[in-house]
């Protein structure tokens, strides 16, 4: 439990999978992509529904276009992909999307986080019953993704699943 969710995590946020991920997010190395996505924990224990058989829907956590045009491209939309490949499912993006830029949640203090993102998330609302794996790269506070559950959860998803390449260690 991070921050009130369930969140399954291929690894701590320690060396050396925080310095690979610090490359692949900050150096441009979206080639880091395929090695990284192999360490999403696959598949997680509370998963009772074929995802490759399309009862539940991947998406990616999703950047505001800016932070997109900035970067290159969305860690976690790549690793999402790289996971529907291994898997056979497909890669649903479109079913969430950052409504406003908001600070990079790492360069803000964890009392501060949850406010920074609070709203910045919709979904639309042809969701209902559906379930949702939704992936991220990095998971320290839980902020990001309690924002994105909300949005998906205010949309009618009957389920979500998270599932992040890593976890920083609870204080």
């Known amino acids: 439990m991070i921050g009130g969710l369930r ?3 291929g690894g701590a946020y320690a060396p050396p999978l925080s310095t690979a991920i610090q490359r692949f997010k900050f ?3 979206a080639d880091l992509a395929r090695p990284l996505a192999l360490l999403l924990p696959w598949p997680p224990l509370e998963l009772s529904a074929s995802v490759a058989g ?4 991947v998406v990616p956590v999703p950047l505001h ?4 045009v900035e970067r290159g491209f ?5 690793l999402a992909r790289q996971l ?3 898997i056979g499912a497909q890669c649903a993006p479109e079913l969430l999307q950052r409504r406003r830029i908001t600070a990079q949640q790492s360069r803000l203090p964890a009392r501060q986080r949850r406010a920074n993102v609070a709203g ?3 979904a639309p609302s042809a969701l209902k019953g559906r379930k949702i794996v939704l992936i991220d790269d990095v998971v320290t506070t839980g902020s990001t993704l309690l924002a994105c559950c909300q949005a ?3 949309a009618g998803v009957d389920r979500v699943t998270v599932l992040a390449l890593a976890a920083a260690p609870a204080p």
Do not use: I, K, V
């Not at 276009?65 to 997109?68: E, F, G, S």
């Open 7 to 9: 969140c399954s995590a």
């Open 152 to 154: 998906l959860y205010a």
């Open 27 to 29: 150096s441009q190395r």
């Open 120 to 122: 910045a998330f919709h």
């Open 65 to 68: 276009y800016a932070r997109l």
């Open 84 to 86: 529907c490949q291994r």
């Open 54 to 57: 399309g009862a539940w829907s």
């Open 74 to 78: 969305n860690p976690s939309a790549l």
